[in-house]
C-alpha cells in the first residue's frame, strides 16, 4: 500500500534546533523522528511512500536513500515552493492513486496508532477520507462527529467564539487515510492545506469520517513536545521495529 509523509515544511516554532536540520530529522535517542514514521508505517504494510521536501532537502535524501533501511520504497517530490498539505499530496497525485486508499500523515506526528484498524474502519464506512483524531479542546481544530463516525462539521483554528459554540473536545491528528477521489477535490498547481481548504468544505458532505485514537501520538511541535517524543522512546512506548 502506499502512503505520503508531508516533511516540507521549516519548523520555526522550535527555533535553532531546526534552523539547520529538518524538522523530520530531530533526534529521537539515536534516530530521527522520521525513521520512527518510516517504519512505523511499514509494520502496517505502508511500503511505498512518498516524501516531500522542501528546506534541505538533501539532508532527508542523503540519509534515507531508497527507504530499504526502513523496508520501505521512497519517492522524493521536491517543492521550490511550498505547496502546503493538500497541494504536497496533489503534486504526487499520479504516484498515490493507482492502488486504492492510501495514507497522509505530517512529519512532524510520533504515534503508534493501530494503522490496519484505521483502515479497516475507513474500508467498512466506504469513507472518502478517514480522519485520526484525538481529545483536545485547545488544539488548531474542532472536529465533530456522529455515533457512527461520520464528521459533521470541521472548524481550522476557530475563533474563541466559534469553539465555544461547538461541544466537541475531538480534534484532527494530523494522519488521514484517503480513497483516491479525494485527490479531484484538491486543485492542482496552488498553494492549498488539508484542514483548512479540504476538510471544512467537505464535511457537510457526510463523506468524511473520524477515527478515534486508540494509540500514543506526539506532535513534534514544541521543545516540550519533543522532549516527550524522547521521552516516550525512551521508555519503549514508541518503537522503530
Same mark, same amino acid.
Given at each position: 500500500?502506499?502512503?505520503?509523509?508531508?516533511?516540507?515544511?521549516?519548523?520555526?516554532?522550535?527555533?535553532?534546533?531546526?534552523?539547520?536540520?529538518?524538522?523530520?530529522?530531530?533526534? &529521537?535517542?539515536?534516530?530521527?523522528?522520521?525513521?520512527? $514514521?518510516?517504519? #512505523?508505517?511499514? %509494520?502496517? *504494510?505502508?511500503?511505498?511512500?512518498? !516524501?516531500?521536501?522542501?528546506?534541505?532537502?538533501?539532508?532527508?535524501?542523503?540519509?534515507?536513500?531508497?527507504?530499504?533501511?526502513?523496508?520501505?520504497?521512497?519517492?522524493?517530490?521536491?517543492?521550490?515552493?511550498?505547496?502546503?498539505?493538500?497541494?504536497?499530496?496533489?503534486?504526487?497525485?499520479?504516484?498515490?492513486?493507482?492502488?486504492?486508499?492510501?495514507?497522509?500523515?505530517?512529519?512532524?506526528? &510520533?504515534?503508534?496508532?493501530?494503522?490496519?484498524?484505521? $483502515?479497516?474502519? #475507513?474500508?467498512? %464506512?466506504? *469513507?472518502?477520507?478517514?480522519?485520526? !483524531?484525538?481529545?483536545?479542546?485547545?488544539?488548531?481544530?474542532?472536529?465533530?462527529?456522529?455515533?457512527?463516525?461520520?464528521?459533521?462539521?470541521?472548524?481550522?483554528?476557530?475563533?474563541?467564539?466559534?469553539?465555544?459554540?461547538?461541544?466537541?473536545?475531538?480534534?484532527?491528528?494530523?494522519?488521514?487515510?484517503?480513497?483516491?477521489?479525494?485527490?479531484?477535490?484538491?486543485?492542482?498547481?496552488?498553494?492549498?492545506?488539508?484542514?483548512?481548504?479540504?476538510?471544512?468544505?467537505?464535511?457537510?458532505?457526510? %463523506?468524511?469520517?473520524?477515527?478515534?485514537?486508540?494509540?500514543?501520538?506526539?506532535?513534534?511541535?514544541?521543545?516540550?513536545?519533543?522532549?516527550?517524543?524522547?521521552?516516550?522512546?525512551?521508555?519503549?512506548?514508541?518503537?522503530?521495529?
Amino acid at each position: 500500500m502506499k502512503a505520503m509523509v508531508l516533511c516540507a515544511g521549516y519548523g520555526t516554532r522550535l527555533g535553532a534546533l531546526t534552523r539547520e536540520v529538518p524538522k523530520p530529522m530531530l533526534a &529521537l535517542g539515536e534516530r530521527p523522528l522520521l525513521e520512527y $514514521l518510516l517504519c #512505523h508505517l511499514a %509494520r502496517h *504494510a505502508f511500503r511505498e511512500i512518498a !516524501v516531500n521536501l522542501h528546506f534541505m532537502p538533501e539532508v532527508i535524501r542523503d540519509y534515507f536513500g531508497d527507504g530499504s533501511r526502513c523496508g520501505v520504497r521512497l519517492s522524493y517530490s521536491y517543492e521550490p515552493e511550498l505547496l502546503g498539505t493538500a497541494g504536497g499530496v496533489k503534486n504526487v497525485a499520479g504516484f498515490l492513486a493507482d492502488q486504492g486508499a492510501f495514507l497522509v500523515q505530517y512529519g512532524d506526528v &510520533l504515534t503508534s496508532q493501530d494503522f490496519t484498524a484505521m $483502515l479497516r474502519f #475507513h474500508q467498512e %464506512r466506504r *469513507a472518502l477520507a478517514t480522519l485520526l !483524531v484525538h481529545c483536545r479542546r485547545a488544539s488548531n481544530s474542532a472536529v465533530s462527529m456522529d455515533a457512527d463516525g461520520r464528521i459533521v462539521g470541521f472548524l481550522e483554528r476557530p475563533s474563541e467564539a466559534q469553539r465555544a459554540a461547538v461541544p466537541s473536545t475531538w480534534a484532527f491528528s494530523g494522519v488521514t487515510i484517503c480513497d483516491p477521489d479525494l485527490l479531484r477535490e484538491i486543485p492542482s498547481q496552488t498553494f492549498c492545506d488539508l484542514p483548512r481548504d479540504i476538510f471544512t468544505r467537505l464535511a457537510p458532505t457526510g %463523506r468524511l469520517f473520524a477515527f478515534p485514537l486508540t494509540g500514543r501520538r506526539f506532535a513534534v511541535d514544541s521543545c516540550e513536545r519533543l522532549a516527550e517524543a524522547r521521552a516516550a522512546v525512551r521508555q519503549g512506548q514508541i518503537r522503530l521495529g
